[in-house]
């Protein structure tokens, strides 16, 4: 704790204010246009046609009659989206998804697609297309693919990662190892050594906005593309290079999203729009149906962890070892990495290896979906320190605290962190009245910590002052939840104005420099670093027309509150320049005042979260409910603090989701079961109980304000809460996620069993 | 073969064609340019599309466009009075009772209907109210929140 | 495609009898609707009957009520002597969806749905309701047990619709419930689900009793053997044990994505003995 933290500014005006955002009175009224919203002149109707298969080889897709349909503008295939630009950009595998080639990997995975005069045209088109298929055997769960003896999806994957490399293909794509020390050793040198399997199902991020774009393709080359995203730069770079076109001549806007949590990062339907509209030489709007978002779009990881874990009397955590596998749909990704990465990101462990298994399934691709991958680790982790704590005697939140990193502590996955906010958030956790508040029959009280890295990366932002004072700002990140009123928010602080004076807008792909997607819970990192950036680069021009204006040297004119002020002696009666003082007087001494900003925002620094849940279950039936739950956060510093609230109450609902109710059910057939809001159930308003909070904040270092994202790590935390307030309240301990009332119900039994 | 069906909508007399089995969600959004009917799922379970017709809350993907011949049709474009937001809205703002926004017209169509005919709801008859109504992004803390603000504003108001 | 929306049953039944291919009444809409979305259904014909008079009112007569079959779910719960005399029938049809589903779905659209899971289905056998068909032969009424037949399948010939049901009229000695189970608070099909109606003496004795689940085979099933175990009792533990028991020995249910067998007959079991319970309370008992 003896390192320095610079964070020059801490008297704040504006950070930390709640004001309302700017794109509120559009959402309430209607105005706000999503990516459905658009409507070109000429524009035709996109369909896609899926198949209904799990595994199977496509032997003839036979588009004529379809093509004969009065109405049909376009037909597009494989044949439309050819693989050579797509392997020159080592994009195969996401234009495969986008569209099959000679196999189709999943049930919902696009075969052709069409565009029509209108819905009903393109819906009978879709029926005409002849497919013929050769089913293959597949498999839909992890550990049965990960098994030698599983259909194996690609003839030619062969595990990456191990040595020696293996010969024989199977699907197993990935392992990566991490960790230090010697886990034997930490074992031999435990009280207790405990070990366990975890699992959990597949969910969805469930947004409620399905993916919509319309796509324009002129005869000329180029092109525009609207479309709900999370990055539109990303959009048009993989776009431009999927299909064959020069970055610039493909112009894309983000319409206004309705929701991602990662689910909105991968391309999906967009390349197929534009080579509808190419071949069409018309505007197409393709949307998917909530079916096919389901069925079609990424969910997460089903995951399967191993682990082992031990602790001496006393409480010290020797050693912690977890094989993580991860399905990662028909290709690989990095999502059992990141799991293994995480896991025991919270502590500071002696002896720790973790090994992520890649895992090919036939499901769709697997996509980020909020701290991907973290809270199937975390669930296995959590619960089993809850358990190492019972069998030892120990308070569960002493146990964690007796070994948690802080600064200075090498993490798990190999870094040294900075000043942390894991320490505080279980300090806070312990001395919370939710802690000690009773209980009721049938009810348990739950905790459980979480962890995400956070991300920065390359932004670019561009600050315009006007003539009357006033400022726009315009940002390349994706606002998912109220970004720009933050945004706003730092350079009405920087600028020293109102926050009112500040418009923040998101430029489309040709207005600004490349900005990587909102992820890794960046957008209001990583912007408002730029932005901060850009209005003191404004602020130098404008110190700079005062000093012109006052004929006196830059290093006298000082910035206070929104004004330039002459600090030496000579010049200080002087009145302060305002803002609209210098920008009025623009075409006189200068022209146009901006600042631009180009970077990358090093320095994300790491985020922990603790959580405490009550759950009641109802023991005849297993139905659970969670009665009382609080979220304790460090945001670093809180720019808009609602709006924190809300990425912190948003993202533990998405945990009590999943830990309760949300999984993907396949059938036999391998066919999806449940795609649909009616059976895969996200929590409804009456499912839960008002989410408190808690905003810590510990600054981090790297930001000229502190902040850290907060976007991701809520949703760590839930489902090892909820499992430990369960096993709290029965004694059972859950190890397989959601806890669905049968699972639950199970459990109970099965305890009562044993104690019988 | 399609139909011309002549409704009331936000007040104004509307005639539109459609086709018979064109619902009318689709009705609102692509042939009158109500582009705040927003589809979710387009089967009744997000409630994303609701609007009041003939006064009583539906899903509007669970209705036929020709069914709405010689009905009124009430969605989010009409809740405000002009430009002065009606309190929900106002509400659902100052809240942050939104993020990403998709579900709000929804959400805002049930919470009218529900103060509409209980001016004070306890926080489980409106958890119970909107559970019709799904949100993803906020864990419903602040929507619920949003509804018993404006609640109390409109009973005073109605004082 | 057509769509008609007929002022008389006359003519509703003239339509459906002359109609060729695919042909779907809408009552509510709230399951037809989706199954077009799902391209489960492509109708050539839809007859929509709510402009019909008969199908949008509840008429209460000492024998009992009759409930149109356009009547929403949500105008039920504002019939206070229907509340009054038939709380679980009630309670069951407003178990159905969210508020926008109440204002549009209604019984006999959840009753020619012939889903094993609908909600008002036990509970209309269990009050030991009627339905009310019109068709090219005139009116007629059957039991509502005899409507569904299996799986999406109902009883129901070429030209018939179903135009309103019929309930007994209550009395103050009785009392009916309707409980499923399902995984969170609302928007849920029932996993299962359990009806008793039940009558009681001046010693609080059942003297007749009707029990009924959902979704724990093809159709709704009547459970003599369960009604049988509670007359002639006051709920004691032995009646509702052996009650549990006949509603576990009823059961055939399925392994699906909303609940196992295993889950569904031991459920069955707990909302049956808590139904019957329910009523006994609605009729005096306790």
Redesign the interface.
């Given at each position: 704790m003896n390192k320095e933290v610079k964070i020059p500014k801490m008297d704040f005006k504006s950070v930390g204010t709640?004001p309302?955002?700017p794109?509120?009175?559009?959402?309430?009224?209607?105005?706000?246009?999503?990516g459905?919203?658009l409507d070109l002149p000429g524009q035709l109707v996109g369909r896609v046609l899926r198949s209904p298969h799990a595994h199977a080889s496509i032997k003839k897709i036979d588009t004529s009659k379809a093509e004969a349909l009065p109405g049909v503008k376009a037909i597009v295939t494989s044949k439309d989206l050819p693989d050579a630009p797509a392997k020159a950009a080592g994009l195969e595998a996401t234009l495969e998804n986008c569209m099959a080639r000679k196999k189709v990997f999943y049930d919902g995975h696009a075969v052709a697609a069409v565009a029509a005069i209108d819905?009903?045209t393109a819906k009978q088109a879709l029926k005409l297309i002849d497919v013929e298929y050769k089913i293959l055997k597949h498999v839909t769960d992890v550990d049965e693919a990960a098994d030698p003896k599983a259909p194996v999806l690609h003839k030619d994957c062969l595990t990456r990662g191990v040595k020696p490399k293996p010969v024989k293909a199977s699907n197993i794509a990935r392992v990566s190892e991490f960790g230090h020390g010697n886990v034997k050793k930490g074992f031999k040198a435990a009280d207790i050594v405990l070990e366990r399997n975890f699992r959990t199902e597949q969910a969805h991020?469930?947004?409620?906005?399905?993916h919509a774009c319309v796509a324009s393709m002129s005869p000329d080359g180029s092109g525009e593309l609207w479309v709900c995203t999370q990055g539109h730069f990303v959009f048009r770079q993989q776009c431009a290079q999927l299909l064959g076109l020069d970055e610039s001549k493909l112009r894309v806007t983000s319409s206004?999203?309705?929701?991602?949590?990662g689910g909105k990062t991968h391309l999906w339907l967009e390349p197929v729009a534009l080579a509808l509209s190419r071949k069409a030489n018309l505007p197409v709007k393709l949307?998917m149906?909530?079916?096919e978002v389901f069925r079609a779009s990424g969910p997460t990881s089903a995951a399967s962890i191993d682990i082992k874990m031990g602790v001496t009397r006393d409480g010290t955590i020797t050693a912690g070892e977890a094989t993580l596998r991860y399905s990662s749909g028909p290709w690989v990704g990095s999502w059992a990495m990141l799991g293994a990465m995480t896991s025991f990101a919270c502590y500071d462990l002696e002896n720790v290896k973790t090994v992520g298994k890649e895992i090919l399934v036939n499901r769709p691709k697997t996509t980020a979906y909020r701290a991907p991958s973290a809270p199937m680790a975390a669930f296995a982790v959590e619960s089993m320190i809850d358990e190492l704590a019972a069998q030892i005697g120990m308070d569960p939140v002493d146990l964690r605290l007796k070994n948690v990193a802080r600064e200075g502590t090498r993490a798990s996955y190999g870094p040294v962190y900075g000043p942390i906010g894991i320490e505080p958030s279980l300090e806070a956790a312990k001395i919370h009245p939710h802690m000690s508040a009773p209980l009721k029959e049938n009810q348990g009280r739950g905790m459980a910590c979480g962890f995400w890295f956070n991300f920065g990366g390359q932004a670019c932002t561009d600050l315009n002052i006007n003539a009357d004072g006033s400022v726009s700002l315009t940002v390349g990140t994706i606002d998912?939840?109220?970004a720009r009123a933050s945004l706003s928010l730092v350079v009405a602080e920087e600028l020293g104005i109102e926050y009112e004076k500040v418009k923040t807008v998101i430029g489309d792909s040709a207005t600004l420099g490349y900005n990587e997607m909102t992820d890794g819970s960046r957008g209001t990192f990583a912007s408002s670093m730029s932005a901060i950036m850009s209005a003191r680069k404004a602020i130098d021009v404008m110190k700079q027309r005062a000093a012109d204006t006052w004929d006196v040297p830059v290093s006298e004119v000082e910035w206070v509150d929104g004004h330039a002020v002459a600090k030496g002696r000579k010049k200080s009666n002087r009145p302060p320049l305002s803002i609209a003082d210098i920008a009025s007087v623009a075409e006189k001494n200068g022209g146009p005042i901006a600042g631009h900003t180009e970077m990358v925002a090093d320095g994300a620094g790491v985020s922990f979260a603790t959580h405490i849940c009550d759950v009641e279950v109802d023991p005849?039936?297993?139905?659970t409910?969670v009665v009382r739950y609080t979220v304790i956060q460090d945001a670093g510093k809180a720019v808009h603090p609602?709006?924190v609230?809300?990425q912190f109450?948003?993202g533990?609902?998405?945990g009590i989701g999943w830990a309760?109710?949300e999984e993907y059910?396949y059938g036999d057939d391998g066919r999806l079961?449940?795609a649909?809001?009616?059976?895969y159930?996200?929590?409804?308003?009456?499912?839960?109980p008002?989410?408190d909070t808690q905003i810590l904040e510990i600054p981090n270092p790297n930001h000229p304000y502190g902040i850290r994202g907060v976007g991701e790590t809520s949703i760590v935390p839930p489902l090892a809460a909820i499992g430990n307030a369960v096993s709290n309240a029965f004694g059972v301990r859950m190890t397989h996620v959601p806890m669905?009332?049968?699972r639950i119900?199970d459990a109970l039994e099965k305890a009562e069993l044993e104690t019988a | 073969m399609s139909m011309l069906i002549s409704s009331t909508i936000n007040g104004d007399t509307v005639d539109f064609i459609c086709e018979p089995d064109e619902t009318l969600m689709d009705a609102l959004r692509n042939r009158v340019g109500l582009k705040g009917v927003k589809e979710g799922c387009g089967t009744g379970d997000c409630g994303a599309c609701s609007v009041h017709l003939d006064g009583k809350l539906v899903c509007s993907c669970l209705v036929l466009g020709a069914e709405a011949e010689g009905r009124t049709v009430e969605t989010v474009e009409g809740m405000s009075d002009g430009a002065k937001l009606h309190p929900l809205q106002t509400k659902f703002i100052e809240h942050a009772a939104l993020q990403c926004g998709i579900c709000t017209p929804g959400f805002l169509m049930a919470a009218q209907t529900l103060l509409e005919n209980n001016p004070d709801p306890t926080e489980t008859e409106i958890r119970y109210a909107l559970a019709g109504n799904l949100c993803r992004c906020t864990g419903y803390d602040k929507i619920v929140r949003a509804v018993q603000d404006a609640a109390a504003v409109m009973r005073k108001k109605s004082k | 495609m057509l769509y008609q929306s007929p002022h008389t049953a006359a003519e509703a039944v003239d339509l459906l009898k002359k109609s060729k291919g695919s042909v779907h009444v809408l009552a509510g809409g709230s399951d037809l609707l989706v199954r077009m979305k799902g391209g489960f259904i492509e109708p050539d014909l839809i007859v929509d009957i709510k402009r019909i008079p008969a199908t949008q009112q509840i008429k209460a007569s000492k024998s009992g009520f009759i409930i149109g079959a356009a009547v929403s779910c949500a105008e039920l719960a504002q019939n206070k002597a229907l509340v009054k005399a038939w709380p679980g029938v009630v309670e069951a049809a407003n178990l159905i969806g969210s508020d926008q589903i109440q204002s549009r779905c209604t019984m006999a659209g959840n009753l020619c749905n012939a889903s094993p899971a609908a909600d008002s289905v036990p509970a209309l056998i269990a009050a030991n309701a009627e339905a009310v068909i019109q068709g090219p032969k005139g009116k007629r009424v059957i039991p509502v047990a005899k409507v569904v037949t299996g799986p999406g399948k109902t009883s129901l010939k070429k030209g018939e619709f179903i135009e309103a049901l019929k309930l007994p009229s209550g009395s103050a000695k009785s009392g009916d419930a309707y409980l499923r189970f399902i995984p969170r608070t609302e928007m849920d099909i029932a996993v299962v689900s359990a009806a008793v109606n039940l009558s009681i003496d001046a010693k609080k004795v059942v003297t007749d009793a009707r029990v009924a689940l959902g979704a724990v085979a093809p159709t709704a099933l009547l459970v003599p053997a369960g009604a049988k175990a509670l007359i002639g009792s006051k709920l004691e533990e032995e009646a509702l044990e052996k009650l549990g028991a006949a509603c576990a020995k009823a059961c055939n249910p399925i392994d699906d994505k909303r609940g196992t067998i295993d889950f569904r007959v031991k459920v069955a079991k707990v909302l049956a003995t808590r139904a019957a319970k329910a009523a006994y309370a609605r009729a005096g008992g306790k």
């Amino acid at each position: 704790m003896n390192k320095e933290v610079k964070i020059p500014k801490m008297d704040f005006k504006s950070v930390g204010t709640r004001p309302i955002r700017p794109d509120g009175v559009d959402k309430v009224t209607g105005r706000a246009r999503y990516g459905a919203d658009l409507d070109l002149p000429g524009q035709l109707v996109g369909r896609v046609l899926r198949s209904p298969h799990a595994h199977a080889s496509i032997k003839k897709i036979d588009t004529s009659k379809a093509e004969a349909l009065p109405g049909v503008k376009a037909i597009v295939t494989s044949k439309d989206l050819p693989d050579a630009p797509a392997k020159a950009a080592g994009l195969e595998a996401t234009l495969e998804n986008c569209m099959a080639r000679k196999k189709v990997f999943y049930d919902g995975h696009a075969v052709a697609a069409v565009a029509a005069i209108d819905a009903k045209t393109a819906k009978q088109a879709l029926k005409l297309i002849d497919v013929e298929y050769k089913i293959l055997k597949h498999v839909t769960d992890v550990d049965e693919a990960a098994d030698p003896k599983a259909p194996v999806l690609h003839k030619d994957c062969l595990t990456r990662g191990v040595k020696p490399k293996p010969v024989k293909a199977s699907n197993i794509a990935r392992v990566s190892e991490f960790g230090h020390g010697n886990v034997k050793k930490g074992f031999k040198a435990a009280d207790i050594v405990l070990e366990r399997n975890f699992r959990t199902e597949q969910a969805h991020q469930g947004y409620i906005e399905p993916h919509a774009c319309v796509a324009s393709m002129s005869p000329d080359g180029s092109g525009e593309l609207w479309v709900c995203t999370q990055g539109h730069f990303v959009f048009r770079q993989q776009c431009a290079q999927l299909l064959g076109l020069d970055e610039s001549k493909l112009r894309v806007t983000s319409s206004e999203i309705g929701g991602g949590f990662g689910g909105k990062t991968h391309l999906w339907l967009e390349p197929v729009a534009l080579a509808l509209s190419r071949k069409a030489n018309l505007p197409v709007k393709l949307v998917m149906t909530r079916e096919e978002v389901f069925r079609a779009s990424g969910p997460t990881s089903a995951a399967s962890i191993d682990i082992k874990m031990g602790v001496t009397r006393d409480g010290t955590i020797t050693a912690g070892e977890a094989t993580l596998r991860y399905s990662s749909g028909p290709w690989v990704g990095s999502w059992a990495m990141l799991g293994a990465m995480t896991s025991f990101a919270c502590y500071d462990l002696e002896n720790v290896k973790t090994v992520g298994k890649e895992i090919l399934v036939n499901r769709p691709k697997t996509t980020a979906y909020r701290a991907p991958s973290a809270p199937m680790a975390a669930f296995a982790v959590e619960s089993m320190i809850d358990e190492l704590a019972a069998q030892i005697g120990m308070d569960p939140v002493d146990l964690r605290l007796k070994n948690v990193a802080r600064e200075g502590t090498r993490a798990s996955y190999g870094p040294v962190y900075g000043p942390i906010g894991i320490e505080p958030s279980l300090e806070a956790a312990k001395i919370h009245p939710h802690m000690s508040a009773p209980l009721k029959e049938n009810q348990g009280r739950g905790m459980a910590c979480g962890f995400w890295f956070n991300f920065g990366g390359q932004a670019c932002t561009d600050l315009n002052i006007n003539a009357d004072g006033s400022v726009s700002l315009t940002v390349g990140t994706i606002d998912v939840g109220g970004a720009r009123a933050s945004l706003s928010l730092v350079v009405a602080e920087e600028l020293g104005i109102e926050y009112e004076k500040v418009k923040t807008v998101i430029g489309d792909s040709a207005t600004l420099g490349y900005n990587e997607m909102t992820d890794g819970s960046r957008g209001t990192f990583a912007s408002s670093m730029s932005a901060i950036m850009s209005a003191r680069k404004a602020i130098d021009v404008m110190k700079q027309r005062a000093a012109d204006t006052w004929d006196v040297p830059v290093s006298e004119v000082e910035w206070v509150d929104g004004h330039a002020v002459a600090k030496g002696r000579k010049k200080s009666n002087r009145p302060p320049l305002s803002i609209a003082d210098i920008a009025s007087v623009a075409e006189k001494n200068g022209g146009p005042i901006a600042g631009h900003t180009e970077m990358v925002a090093d320095g994300a620094g790491v985020s922990f979260a603790t959580h405490i849940c009550d759950v009641e279950v109802d023991p005849e039936t297993g139905q659970t409910r969670v009665v009382r739950y609080t979220v304790i956060q460090d945001a670093g510093k809180a720019v808009h603090p609602t709006y924190v609230e809300g990425q912190f109450q948003g993202g533990a609902a998405q945990g009590i989701g999943w830990a309760l109710n949300e999984e993907y059910v396949y059938g036999d057939d391998g066919r999806l079961q449940n795609a649909g809001f009616l059976d895969y159930r996200i929590p409804v308003c009456s499912d839960l109980p008002m989410i408190d909070t808690q905003i810590l904040e510990i600054p981090n270092p790297n930001h000229p304000y502190g902040i850290r994202g907060v976007g991701e790590t809520s949703i760590v935390p839930p489902l090892a809460a909820i499992g430990n307030a369960v096993s709290n309240a029965f004694g059972v301990r859950m190890t397989h996620v959601p806890m669905s009332p049968p699972r639950i119900l199970d459990a109970l039994e099965k305890a009562e069993l044993e104690t019988a | 073969m399609s139909m011309l069906i002549s409704s009331t909508i936000n007040g104004d007399t509307v005639d539109f064609i459609c086709e018979p089995d064109e619902t009318l969600m689709d009705a609102l959004r692509n042939r009158v340019g109500l582009k705040g009917v927003k589809e979710g799922c387009g089967t009744g379970d997000c409630g994303a599309c609701s609007v009041h017709l003939d006064g009583k809350l539906v899903c509007s993907c669970l209705v036929l466009g020709a069914e709405a011949e010689g009905r009124t049709v009430e969605t989010v474009e009409g809740m405000s009075d002009g430009a002065k937001l009606h309190p929900l809205q106002t509400k659902f703002i100052e809240h942050a009772a939104l993020q990403c926004g998709i579900c709000t017209p929804g959400f805002l169509m049930a919470a009218q209907t529900l103060l509409e005919n209980n001016p004070d709801p306890t926080e489980t008859e409106i958890r119970y109210a909107l559970a019709g109504n799904l949100c993803r992004c906020t864990g419903y803390d602040k929507i619920v929140r949003a509804v018993q603000d404006a609640a109390a504003v409109m009973r005073k108001k109605s004082k | 495609m057509l769509y008609q929306s007929p002022h008389t049953a006359a003519e509703a039944v003239d339509l459906l009898k002359k109609s060729k291919g695919s042909v779907h009444v809408l009552a509510g809409g709230s399951d037809l609707l989706v199954r077009m979305k799902g391209g489960f259904i492509e109708p050539d014909l839809i007859v929509d009957i709510k402009r019909i008079p008969a199908t949008q009112q509840i008429k209460a007569s000492k024998s009992g009520f009759i409930i149109g079959a356009a009547v929403s779910c949500a105008e039920l719960a504002q019939n206070k002597a229907l509340v009054k005399a038939w709380p679980g029938v009630v309670e069951a049809a407003n178990l159905i969806g969210s508020d926008q589903i109440q204002s549009r779905c209604t019984m006999a659209g959840n009753l020619c749905n012939a889903s094993p899971a609908a909600d008002s289905v036990p509970a209309l056998i269990a009050a030991n309701a009627e339905a009310v068909i019109q068709g090219p032969k005139g009116k007629r009424v059957i039991p509502v047990a005899k409507v569904v037949t299996g799986p999406g399948k109902t009883s129901l010939k070429k030209g018939e619709f179903i135009e309103a049901l019929k309930l007994p009229s209550g009395s103050a000695k009785s009392g009916d419930a309707y409980l499923r189970f399902i995984p969170r608070t609302e928007m849920d099909i029932a996993v299962v689900s359990a009806a008793v109606n039940l009558s009681i003496d001046a010693k609080k004795v059942v003297t007749d009793a009707r029990v009924a689940l959902g979704a724990v085979a093809p159709t709704a099933l009547l459970v003599p053997a369960g009604a049988k175990a509670l007359i002639g009792s006051k709920l004691e533990e032995e009646a509702l044990e052996k009650l549990g028991a006949a509603c576990a020995k009823a059961c055939n249910p399925i392994d699906d994505k909303r609940g196992t067998i295993d889950f569904r007959v031991k459920v069955a079991k707990v909302l049956a003995t808590r139904a019957a319970k329910a009523a006994y309370a609605r009729a005096g008992g306790k």
